[in-house]
Structure formats: C-alpha cells, structure tokens
C-alpha cells in the first residue's frame, strides 16, 4: 500500500531568517525617522547658535579687512591685509599685550590647578563641617569681576588698604599693589586665582569622585605611600578631567577683561602695565575708533585661542594615551 510522506518543511514566511528579514526594513525605516525627527527638533536650536556665531566671526572678518574708522556704519574700503601687517608689526603695544596675555594666563591657571587639585584631594573624603567649607569655597564664583575688583581696590588701597595694615602690623614694608607698574600684574593674577580656584576645585573633586577605589587600595596594599599613590595612580586615572578644566579655565583667562578694566581702566594702567589683548582690541575700539585695526586684533586673537586649545587638547591626549 503506498504511503503518502507528510512535509514537514516550514513555511518561508515562518523561517527565523525570514522574520529577521522581514523585521529589518521596518526597523530600518523607524531608525531613520527617528534619526530625521531628532535633527528636525534640534534644527531651530542649531539655527540660531551657527547664526550668533557665524555671523560676528563673518562680520569682524570682512571689518578687518577694512579701513573702518570713526563709525562702524562710514563709508570703508577694503585694504586687504594690511591691518593684520600693522597689528603683527606693533611692537610697542600689540605683542608686550600678547606677552602679558600670555604670562597672566599661564601663571593664573598653573596656581589655579596646583591649588584646586590640593584643595580637591584635602575635600576627597568626608569630614564635619565639608558642607560649610563648599558653600564658602564658592562665594568667589558668585561674585561678578566688576565688583571684585572694586573690592580688591579697597583691600589694596596703598595708603587705606587693609592689606598695608596687615603688613605694618607684622613688621612688613607697605606695598604699592596695584599702583605699582611691576606688581600691578602679579596682583591681579593673584586676585583672578583667588576668584577661580573654586572652579578648579570643584572640578577636580567632581572627577575624583568618580575614580575607582580597587587601584588605589592595591597600591595601597603593595606598600605604595601617599605621594606614590597620588603620582602613579590617582593623577593617571583623573588625567581626562583635568585636561578638560585645564582647557576651560584657560580659554576663559585668555579672555579675561572685567577685572583688569575694573581696576586699572582704559589702556590697562599709566604704562599700559596690564594691557592685555583684549583691553588693547577695546582701546582700539572705544577710545580711538580704529574699527578695521580693532576687529583685526581681534580675529588673530581668536586664532591664539584656538591654538592654545589645540595645543592643550594634544598635550592632553598624549598623557592620557
């Protein structure tokens, strides 16, 4: 009697291939709808930063290459490159400027790091009272520059100051501050470290905080001392966020204007002592309506920044490689 053999092959469409198959498109398809309405919603947002940030950079570009002077809105030619050769050939305000920028924030950031990060590693474990020692750590930081450097006027005053006070209290000579022509730079790098170590501070133990306990107490364990687990441990492990505060605080020293105006006014002092790129592209701006001079001062300290970024990230990236 033949036998009738039964199939027992399943459908295509029930193979797990073909509902791999079949599931891909439609996954496919959502993924790039999502993709399209996340970058509809962003578009609006991403419009208006490129347009408040395209537009200042294209329109200080094109008044650099100008002869703009007396008023923004005068009839200017364009004189190509010529106001960049005249900044790049000032050697009597341009590059002592650019020398002052660069030593106020070398000097302002290296004590600002040295101090934050011993500060944060003091703070790194709880003790009675740490909550009152952050709110007062960050009293500095909500101060505004402007009101900072009046204050630091009045503390430093040569004749009323309370700093000279203190001073003759313990048998010191007075001090001319920031009436001097030669401290009046190192000063204000004082006050910038003691307005923005907090920062640096809080920083440095937000990262700390998130490092791993289990290398240090290995260290710990093989008879690594204090100094040696902080060198060959810690310091490693936190080097990304200190690359990260070490590029922010300078960027933001770089442009430091507030207080330098604030206390040693138009032309950063008699001498032009703390005359800094920025006060000078004010200057230029403001007090002699050099507007095409002004705005190409400006461009090439924009492109100073940008170098000291990129030089930092490098630096950054090779130690943490």
């Known amino acids: 009697m033949p036998t009738t053999e039964v199939s027992t092959a399943?459908?295509?469409?029930?193979?797990?291939g073909a509902e791999k198959a079949s599931r891909a498109p439609k996954q496919r398809t959502f993924e790039q709808a999502n993709r399209r309405l996340k970058w509809a919603m962003l578009a609006p947002a991403l419009l208006f930063v490129g347009l408040m940030i395209v537009f200042p950079l294209a329109?200080?570009?094109d008044l650099s290459l100008t002869d703009a002077f007396g008023a923004v809105n005068a009839d200017k030619a364009h004189i190509g490159l010529r106001n960049f050769t005249d900044a790049l050939g000032?050697?009597?305000?341009?590059?002592?400027?650019?020398?002052r920028t660069l030593v106020f924030t070398v000097g302002a950031v290296v004590l600002e790091t040295v101090l934050g990060l011993a500060l944060a590693m003091l703070m790194r474990k709880p003790f009675r009272g740490m909550r009152w020692v952050r709110t007062i750590l960050i009293i500095p930081l909500l101060t505004t520059p402007v009101a900072i450097g009046i204050l630091w006027l009045l503390i430093l005053d040569p004749t009323n100051g309370i700093a000279n006070h203190l001073l003759a209290a313990v048998g010191m000579p007075r001090q001319e501050f920031l009436g001097s022509v030669s401290q009046s730079l190192p000063t204000l790098m004082l006050i910038?470290?003691?307005?923005w170590t907090p920062m640096m501070t809080l920083l440095l133990l937000a990262g700390l905080s998130t490092l791993p306990e289990e290398p240090e107490e290995a260290a710990l364990v093989d008879g690594a001392n204090s100094w040696q687990r902080f060198?060959?441990?810690?310091?490693?492990m936190l080097g990304p966020t200190l690359a990260t505060a070490l590029v922010l605080r300078a960027v933001d020293a770089l442009k430091t204007f507030d207080i330098l105006y604030a206390t040693k006014g138009a032309g950063g002092g008699s001498d032009f002592e703390v005359e800094t790129l920025n006060v000078y592209a004010y200057g230029l701006t403001f007090d002699y309506q050099e507007y095409g001079l002004a705005a190409a001062v400006l461009v090439l300290f924009t492109l100073f920044i940008i170098g000291v970024v990129v030089l930092l990230r490098r630096r950054g990236g090779r130690k943490n490689a």
């Open 90 to 99: 000032d050697t009597r305000r341009f590059w002592p400027a650019a020398r």
């Open 231 to 236: 060198r060959h441990v810690i310091l490693p």
């Open 59 to 61: 329109f200080t570009l």
């Open 10 to 16: 399943r459908p295509a469409s029930r193979l797990p």
């Open 192 to 195: 910038d470290v003691w307005q």
